[in-house]
C-alpha cells in the first residue's frame, strides 16, 4: 500500500516541463521495409543549459533565402519550458495548416520576435548578409535578452550573448524548429498579402519561389519592386521588359589599344646599368 502512495505521488510530483518536452518516436508501418525513422527536434540541449543556470535560450532560424521575391523573415523564440506545445517540428516537415496552429500555439505560450530583411536589402547587401541581419535584429528584439542562442545554419551571429550555429537545426532543436515555423508562417502570410498587391504573380501559391508558374509571369509580366533585381531570372525579365535599367558588363579581359608615344629628341644611353 505504501508503495503504491509512493508511485502515486512520484506521478503528481512530475512537472509539465517533463511531460510537454517528452516526444513521440515517429512510428514505422508495420511490414513496411526501409523506412528511416526520422527523430524530431528535441529540447534536450536548452535543458542542459538550464541545468548549468544558462536561462533565457532563443532558437532563431529564418524562411525566404531562395525565392526571387519577397523578403527575408527571421524569427527568434524562447520556449517556456513548462509549457512546450505538441508537434513542434522541424517547419518544411508540416503541414501548412499544421504550421498555423503551431504558430499561434508558439506565439502563446512563449516569447517571440520577428524580423523583416527587405529585397532592397538583399539587392544591396546580398541574401547571406541580409539574412544573418534579419536573424540578429530578432534576437535583440526578444522580450527578454537570451544568454545563449542557438541558430539555424553554419554561421554565428555576432550578439552579445553565446550563440551557437547547429548546421540542420530546425530537425534537431526545438527552439530553431519553433523559429522556423514563426518565420515560415510570417512570410507565407506576407507573400499572400503582396499578391493581392501584384495580381499575376501567384505569390499566395509559390511564395515567390523560382517555380515554372513564377518564371511564366516573370516572363510576361516583368519584374515587380518586391522582386530580387540581382538573382538570374529576374535580371532576365528586366532585360526584357525594362532594357533601359540594365548596365551593359565590362569585360575586363578585353584586349585595347595603347598608343605609347616616344621623344626622339631624348638620347638613351644603351650601356647605362650594364
Given amino acids: 500500500m505504501a508503495s503504491a502512495k509512493k508511485a502515486a505521488s512520484a506521478k503528481l510530483a512530475e512537472t509539465p516541463a517533463a511531460k510537454t518536452s517528452a516526444v513521440k518516436a515517429p512510428k514505422v508501418p508495420a511490414g513496411r521495409k526501409g523506412i528511416i525513422a526520422i527523430a524530431p527536434p528535441s529540447f534536450r540541449r536548452e535543458r542542459a543549459l538550464i541545468k ?3 536561462w533565457p535560450v532563443a532558437g532563431c532560424d529564418e524562411a525566404g533565402r531562395g525565392p526571387l521575391a519577397g523578403p527575408v523573415v527571421a524569427a527568434a523564440v524562447i520556449l517556456d519550458p513548462d509549457r512546450i506545445p505538441r508537434g513542434i517540428d522541424d517547419s518544411k516537415r508540416l503541414t501548412a495548416e499544421e504550421r498555423e496552429k503551431l504558430f499561434d500555439k508558439i506565439c502563446a505560450t512563449a516569447q517571440v520576435s520577428v524580423a523583416v530583411a527587405s529585397p532592397s536589402r538583399i539587392d544591396r547587401d546580398n541574401i547571406l548578409r541580409a539574412s544573418l541581419w534579419a536573424l540578429k535584429r530578432a534576437v535583440v528584439a526578444l522580450p527578454e535578452t537570451p544568454r545563449h542562442v542557438f541558430v539555424d545554419g553554419r554561421d554565428r551571429l555576432d550578439t552579445e550573448c553565446d550563440c551557437e550555429a547547429v548546421i540542420g537545426g530546425d ?14 508562417v510570417t ?4 507573400m499572400c498579402a503582396l499578391a493581392q498587391d501584384c495580381p499575376g504573380y501567384g505569390f499566395e501559391q509559390h511564395k ?3 517555380v515554372p508558374e513564377h518564371l511564366d509571369a516573370l516572363d510576361r509580366l ?4 518586391h522582386h530580387r533585381s540581382f538573382f538570374a531570372p529576374v535580371v532576365a525579365a528586366r532585360a526584357k ?4 535599367t540594365v548596365e551593359p558588363v565590362q569585360d575586363l579581359f578585353a584586349v585595347t589599344a595603347v598608343e605609347v608615344q616616344v621623344d626622339t629628341a631624348v638620347e638613351i644611353d644603351v650601356s647605362a646599368n650594364l
Fill in 52 to 54: 548549468r543556470g544558462v
Fill in 171 to 184: 530537425g534537431i532543436v526545438l527552439s530553431i524548429a519553433a523559429a522556423s515555423i514563426v518565420a515560415k
Fill in 187 to 190: 512570410r507565407d502570410r506576407l
Fill in 208 to 210: 515567390g519561389y523560382a
Fill in 222 to 225: 516583368g519584374p515587380t519592386i
Fill in 241 to 244: 521588359h525594362m532594357p533601359w
